[in-house]
């Protein structure tokens, strides 16, 4: 086949799937439906270290896990997860909640949109560790 018809057709093959996700909606962002959803989350990465207690985001995009003596936070990364133990972390509060900045190359800070109220609750349980 030549290369003239070829190139179009290809290129018009990978915009039509890619039309064709997104617009059955195989393409939106993840978020946590469940606290059970959270487990399963951090489960796949620290299956041995279960939640005692679990706070979650405003936007379902994040949920800290308190371990009883320490921390650690789950996250939605477009259609996956990513789970940190908190150490050696850095906390700022921004207009929309929080930032955390990890000592992790992979994933060196997380922005987290709180509510007044949730950011308070996150705070409290994050200094009393």
Known sequence: MPLEILGPLVVLGI???ALL????????????????????????????????DI??????????ILLGNRAGLTWCFGDDTVSRLLRDHET???PSGLRIELPDFGAPQVEITLTTADLA????????L
């Open 15 to 17: 915009a039509g799937i």
């Open 55 to 64: 706070l979650m985001s405003s936007d379902a995009k994040a949920a800290l």
């Open 92 to 94: 700022t509060i921004t």
């Open 21 to 52: 996700l997104h617009r059955l909606g195989l393409t939106a962002p993840r978020h946590f439906r469940s606290e059970d959803d959270v487990r399963r989350a951090w489960a796949r990465e620290f299956p041995n270290t279960p939640p005692q």
């Open 121 to 128: 609750k996150w705070q409290e349980a994050m200094n009393s």
